[in-house]
């Protein structure tokens, strides 16, 4: 992992330096990979640009355009459409409408965020299906498998039994392949995003939709399947009765609870991948920063900033896990809450 | 380009995605190998079960033998012992039988002796008898040459025969 970053610093470096003309801006460099682009960007040597080119599907005022994003590239217009530069909508497809003011079309262009979606789950489907059928090819008289599917086997089995089973409570089975689904899900797109170069380096878990997507199944998932218990304790709590009525504090207070935890399992998994990606790409950018102050510095700063960078990405790696296994835990915690039983002494 | 506001096209694309990634996985993937997992335990627990019965029905077929080793022990003491008691009584009855065939036999050979005894003897008497008239005839025909010697001896032998007459 550390060696592949080492490998990515070069395209790094080469795309900061051609796009800042000498002068390198750290903030593009950093917003630039963490953020979505039209295109993927692999690598740059010298003049050569290795960008694989995208589908862009965008349904604008004129009906619907499906075009390859290297029509775009450079700020060219193609079919009324360019990438804004600047303003509200900054790097994203837009057109000009009556009034000369740029609006965004309906845009569900594969972007390489989307692409990156589509590569991580294909790899995480491929992979547990592909252990699904090592267990119908082998008889329960066969043994416990080893290797990759052992691992696949080991993880499922822990976070089966001690997180689902754990914290949903009595239904389990029901909420399992959602949380496990959930898991695996935030941990391979977590742990592809980590590999800078081509199949992995798309931020996915760093990205807002797809954290808000996540977060928003576990909202599902906790109030379609809530109890008369788990409804009661939020509109009508145990607490002494002047805090009930006239003014309604403790309902209005759970109420909102009932949308700050989704709310804080999307935030808690963007922020957390998203500065992580931020500050190894901070502190490789040390090195392009110090160049212009002298050999002696920047060679140190060099090797201080990869070590860090080492650092940092073991660091994203426990991370990576943790935050699955986090956004895992809390889901099945909030489905666990809404399957209260009434109390007994009621 | 707010990093806070999600972007449409990818949230309909992450909807798309995970949808099909969350039906397939709950389809074909995770309920195959917990399914898997728990029949294995199912099956270890099973197999576990039977050996400890298994062990506990050696133990037991094990306890079974020896009981039975004992018994036909016992059983093999309490014959030999009665073969044992047989053997003396038959000895005994034999011995005893032959003692009273013993003394049977003596009782009639010496029965047997008596009689042949007897006859002997009376068989001797009759000779001895007719020897001795014969002798006394001889003596009598040697001494009764003369009348005189025959009177007297008639005398004294009708004597005697008063005599013992008398007695």
């Known amino acids: 992992?550390?060696?592949?970053?080492?490998?990515?610093?070069?395209?790094?470096?080469?795309?900061?330096?051609?796009?800042?003309?000498?002068?390198?801006?750290?903030?593009?460099?950093?917003?630039?990979?963490?953020?979505?682009?039209?295109?993927?960007?692999?690598?740059t040597v010298g003049d050569l640009h290795l960008t694989i080119p995208l589908p862009v599907i965008v349904k604008s005022s004129t009906g619907w355009h499906v075009f390859s994003s290297s029509n775009l590239e450079g700020g060219k217009e193609y079919e009324g459409l360019y990438i804004a530069d600047g303003g509200t909508n900054d790097g994203k497809i837009v057109e000009r409408n009556a009034a000369g003011e740029e609006v965004r079309p309906l845009?569900?262009?594969?972007?390489?965020?989307?692409?990156?979606?589509?590569?991580?789950?294909?790899?995480?489907v491929c992979i547990m299906l592909g252990c699904a059928r090592w267990y119908r090819k082998h008889s329960l008289e066969?043994?416990?498998?080893?290797?990759?599917?052992?691992?696949?086997?080991?993880?499922?089995?822990?976070?089966?039994?001690?997180?689902?089973?754990?914290?949903?409570?009595e239904d389990y089975k029901r909420y399992a392949p959602y949380l496990l689904t959930a898991f695996f899900f935030v941990l391979v797109n977590n742990l592809m995003g980590l590999i800078p170069v081509f199949p992995g380096g798309a931020t996915v878990t760093g990205n807002i939709a797809v954290t808000m997507?996540?977060?928003?199944?576990?909202?599902?998932?906790?109030?379609?399947?809530?109890?008369?218990?788990?409804?009661?304790?939020?509109?009508?709590?145990?607490?002494?009765?002047?805090?009930?009525?006239?003014?309604?504090?403790?309902?209005?207070?759970e109420f909102f609870g009932i949308f700050t935890k989704p709310f804080a399992l999307m935030i808690r998994l963007f922020a957390n991948m998203m500065a992580g990606h931020a500050a190894m790409l901070s502190l490789i950018?040390?090195?392009?920063?110090?160049?212009?102050?002298?050999?002696?510095?920047?060679?140190?700063?060099?090797?201080?900033?990869?070590?860090?960078?080492?650092?940092?990405?073991?660091?994203?790696?426990?991370?990576?896990?943790?935050?699955?296994?986090?956004?895992?835990?809390?889901?099945?915690?909030f489905i666990g809450l809404s399957r209260v039983k009434e109390h007994k002494e009621k | 380009m707010g990093l806070l506001t999600p972007d449409p096209g990818l949230l309909f694309w992450m909807v798309v995605t995970f949808g099909?990634?969350?039906?397939?996985?709950?389809?074909?993937?995770?309920?195959?190998?917990?399914?898997?997992?728990e029949d294995?335990?199912?099956?270890?627990?099973?197999?576990?079960?039977?050996?400890?019965?298994?062990?506990?029905q050696l133990a037991h077929v094990k306890q079974e033998g020896e009981k039975i080793l004992a018994q036909a022990r016992e059983e093999q003491n309490r014959i030999l012992s009665e073969a044992a008691v047989t053997r003396d009584r038959i000895i005994?009855?034999?011995?005893?039988?032959?003692?009273?065939?013993?003394?049977?036999?003596?009782?009639?050979?010496?029965?047997?002796?008596?009689?042949?005894?007897?006859?002997?003897?009376?068989?001797?008497?009759?000779?001895?008898?007719?020897?001795?008239?014969?002798?006394?005839?001889?003596?009598?025909?040697?001494?009764?040459?003369?009348?005189?010697?025959?009177?007297?001896?008639?005398d004294r032998m009708l004597d005697e025969m008063l005599e013992s007459s008398k007695k």
Request: contains cysteine.
């Open chain 2, 92 to 154: 005994k009855d034999a011995q005893d039988r032959a003692a009273v065939e013993g003394q049977r036999l003596m009782a009639e050979v010496k029965k047997q002796i008596e009689t042949e005894k007897e006859s002997a003897i009376r068989d001797i008497r009759r000779q001895v008898a007719v020897l001795s008239v014969g002798i006394a005839e001889k003596i009598m025909r040697g001494k009764l040459a003369d009348g005189i010697e025959q009177n007297a001896l008639i």
């Open chain 1, 142 to 169: 066969q043994g416990a498998p080893k290797g990759g599917v052992g691992m696949i086997e080991a993880t499922v089995m822990s976070i089966y039994e001690d997180v689902v089973k754990g914290c949903v409570g």
């Open chain 2, 40 to 56: 294995r335990k199912a099956y270890i627990d099973n197999s576990l079960k039977s050996a400890r019965e298994a062990n506990e």
């Open chain 1, 107 to 124: 845009d569900i262009s594969i972007t390489k965020n989307v692409l990156g979606l589509f590569i991580n789950s294909a790899l995480l």
């Open chain 1, 285 to 333: 950018a040390i090195i392009f920063i110090t160049v212009k102050a002298g050999a002696v510095i920047n060679g140190s700063m060099t090797v201080v900033a990869v070590a860090f960078g080492i650092f940092m990405n073991a660091l994203e790696l426990l991370v990576a896990f943790i935050q699955a296994y986090v956004f895992t835990m809390l889901s099945a915690v």
């Open chain 1, 213 to 253: 997507v996540l977060a928003l199944c576990t909202f599902l998932f906790t109030n379609i399947f809530g109890t008369k218990a788990y409804w009661k304790e939020i509109f009508w709590p145990e607490v002494p009765t002047w805090l009930k009525v006239p003014i309604p504090m403790m309902p209005l207070i």
């Open chain 2, 20 to 37: 099909v990634v969350f039906v397939l996985l709950a389809k074909y993937g995770f309920p195959v190998i917990i399914k898997a997992v």
């Open chain 1, 1 to 43: 992992m550390t060696l592949l970053l080492l490998l990515a610093v070069p395209s790094t470096t080469l795309k900061a330096e051609t796009g800042g003309e000498g002068e390198l801006d750290v903030n593009e460099l950093i917003f630039g990979h963490i953020g979505d682009a039209y295109e993927w960007h692999v690598v």
